[in-house]
């Protein structure tokens, strides 16, 4: 898919940078000292490039498991240094809105036209609990049943269905028919 294969070059891009744009690095040379110092190299960062976060480092080390797991099932390698390396994730915390800057978010208006529709579109979406951008942007008049809405994820084609409740439903009447 195209995101992962991004997601697969940055990576690539970040472990010629490690190793200086050297195109020998073969899987077999990679090991968990390896793997430990490529970890730090990027959280850390340098004089020339910035520090990545530890989970921004933990999405290149998982993609780079990824290749090695699909390396095992091709029989191109039998070496797994992951197999004692554990990759590391922080837990973020999220900023929280209290009730009262929810409702002056909810009740405000836009300057032009242009704020005024992103800012439905944020109150629909969290009026649909947090329903992401891709799906909201392909639902349909006919995904809208008995007061719910019937979709399946863009991203993973699971069924979702959630209840359409008042506020929402007066923001989807006010786009209806909209190219927006």
């Not at 472990?15 to 959280?43: K, P, T």
């Amino acid at each position: 898919k195209p995101k992962s294969a991004e997601s697969y070059q940055y990576t690539l891009q970040k472990i010629r940078q490690y190793v200086n744009n050297s195109d020998n690095l073969l899987l077999d040379d990679i090991d968990i000292l390896w793997l430990r110092d490529f970890e730090d190299w990027m959280v850390k960062g340098g004089k020339d490039r910035k520090a990545l976060s530890v989970n921004t480092a933990a999405i290149h080390l998982e993609n780079l498991r990824a290749i090695y797991n699909y390396a095992i099932d091709e029989g191109l390698t039998d070496k797994y240094p992951f197999r004692r390396f554990k990759i590391k994730r922080e837990r973020v915390t999220k900023d929280i809105l209290s009730l009262e800057e929810m409702r002056q978010l909810w009740q405000c208006k836009g300057a032009n036209e242009y704020e005024e529709y992103y800012l439905d579109i944020f109150r629909l979406s969290f009026a649909l609990c947090g329903l992401n951008m891709a799906d909201l942007y392909n639902l349909r008049d006919e995904d809208l049943k008995a007061g719910r809405i019937e979709f399946n994820r863009q991203k993973t084609g699971v069924h979702g269905s959630i209840m359409v409740e008042p506020e929402a439903m007066r923001i989807i009447n006010k786009h209806k028919g909209s190219n927006g």
